[in-house]
Structures are given as C-alpha cells and as structure tokens.
C-alpha cells in the first residue's frame, strides 16, 4: 500500500520532482529515500518506454530485412520475367535448377536464422513441434486446398474456356532425377512455409488475421507470376486454406508436408504425364 507521502511524490509532475531531487540536501530519513524511489521509479518507466518505441522500430526494420533477404530476389526475376514477356511457353524442371535453388533457399534460411537467433527469436517461436497424426491432417488439408482449386478453376474455365488454352500458359517439362526433385521437395516447402506462416503470422500477429494471411497470399503470388495465369487457381486457395489453419491450430508441419504433397504430384502428373492421359480420356469419352 502507498502511504500519503507516496501518493503527494506520485501526483507531482517529473518538473516537480526533478527540483525536489535536486534539494535533496533539505530532506531527511524516510522523505528523503521515498523522493530516490520515486525519481528511480520515473526514471525506469522511461527507459521502458524508450526500449518499447527501439523495439516496435527493429520489429518493423527486422520484418523488411527477412522479407528482403527471402524473396526479393525472387519476386525480382518472376516480376522482370511477367513484365518483360520473358516467361518462355515452356519451364523445364532441371537437375541443375533444383540444385542451385535447393543450395539459394538453404543458405537463405541459414542467414535469416543466425539473423533471427541474434534478434531473440527461438526454434518453437515456429511452431515446429512434430507428432505422427499431423501427417493425416496434411493430407486432408491437402485434398481440402486441391478441392478448392478444382472448383475455382473449373468455375473460370466455364466463364472463360480461353484462359485455359496451351497457349495462354506455359507448358512444364521434367528433366530431372528423383535426388533433386527430393530436395526441392523438402526445403522448398520447408522455406516457403517457414517465411511465409512461421515466421510471417508470428511477427504480425497483433494484426487482424485477414490482414496477415492476406499479406502472405500477395508475397506468394507475387514470386509465382511466371508460372501465368493458372498459378493464381493454386496459390490463392492454397494461401487461404494454409493460413487459417495455421491461425486456428499453429502448427507448421502439417502444412510443410500439405506443401510437399502437393509438389510431389505435379512432379509425378508430369513424369507420367497424368494430365495429358485425362485430357485423351475425356476426348475419347
């Protein structure tokens, strides 16, 4: 409880009590010691207040940083490459383009996390921790997400059959082992699900989640626009479902493996070219 003498040093203004402290020499025994406490205590709150207003700014310099050093040497190339009508009608999946993307993508994140590590951030600020039914909720996120595509897609295509021309999209040729496909697999979903959830939902997560999760869905649109216009029937579901889960249940994984699924099958439709035997079935048919 704070005694009268207290309460009158409290109600002063930090003027006042700047000119008390400096009349200490008149103040004996217990007035004396409270006017110290108080001027310390003042003294605290203002040095609180100041490392507060450091740590909003390093919190936004720190957001700019990460997002820079992950994607904007990416989202540079997709963009020159939209604008520049650079996208070739055809994107061949190499062994040495998964490899140096693979090697890009590994450093990176080495490099954001000693960065984070130096920042205060810790491994389970992510949301890491693992266990064996999280691969079945990967699964089911996975068919939910690839449900959505189809819908949306299949709605725009009956609006609009000219947007899925051949031509309007490049065509994606495999030319690589299973050993580089593995590691993009991996650190691919590992990377993008890492920045854009884990880390992302986390430093804003004083923001209304619309807010965030849309924010994420422009950053993975934005390094996708190679791809044309049918990577917009994959990513916007894909972001959508991929962010409320995480806001609803916060954890990565089964979203780093949805990731991996996903991947996984494209690799494996154009390996044995699944799409092309469906599309004979149904002239056939």
């Known amino acids: 409880m704070i005694n009268e003498p ?7 203004t930090d003027k ?15 007035e004396k010691q409270q006017i110290i406490e108080e001027v310390k205590r003042r003294n605290s709150l203002k040095a609180k207040k100041v490392k507060q207003e450091k740590s909003v700014y390093h919190s ?30 055809e994107i061949l999946v ?23 590590k130096y920042r205060g951030w810790k491994l389970s600020d992510f949301n890491l921790g693992f266990k064996f039914r999280m691969i079945l909720i990967a699964i089911l996120l996975f068919y939910f997400t690839n449900l959505l595509i189809n819908i949306s897609s299949g709605i725009t295509g009956f609006v609009n059959p000219e947007l899925f021309n051949p031509g309007n999209n490049p065509e994606y040729t495999l030319n690589a082992n299973w050993i580089s496909l593995s590691m993009i697999l991996v650190i691919n979903s590992i990377y993008e699900e890492s920045l854009l959830i884990g880390y992302l939902f986390k430093r804003l997560e004083k923001l209304n989640p619309i ?17 044309g216009w049918l990577m917009l029937f994959t990513i916007i579901p894909m972001a959508l479902v991929y962010g409320i889960y995480y806001w609803k249940f916060k954890r990565l994984w089964p979203l780093i493996i949805a990731h991996g699924i996903h991947n996984l099958l494209v690799f494996l439709s ?11 079935l149904n002239d056939a048919l």
């Open 211 to 227: 807010v965030v999760i849309c924010f994420s869905m422009l950053i993975r649109l934005s390094f996708h626009t190679y791809q």
């Open 6 to 12: 207290g309460l009158k040093l409290q109600d002063k």
């Open 60 to 89: 936004k310099l720190e957001l700019i940083i990460v997002l820079f050093l992950g994607f904007a040497f990416i989202i540079y190339n997709s963009t020159i490459a939209i604008l520049y009508d650079y996208t070739s009608d």
């Open 94 to 116: 190499s062994n040495n383009g998964n490899y140096i993307l693979t090697l890009y993508q590994i450093i990176t994140l080495a490099i954001i996390g000693v960065y984070l």
């Open 16 to 30: 006042e009590l700047e000119h008390l402290s400096k009349e200490l020499d008149y103040y004996f025994g217990e």
């Open 270 to 280: 154009l390996q044995y070219q699944w799409h092309e035997k469906l599309q004979s």
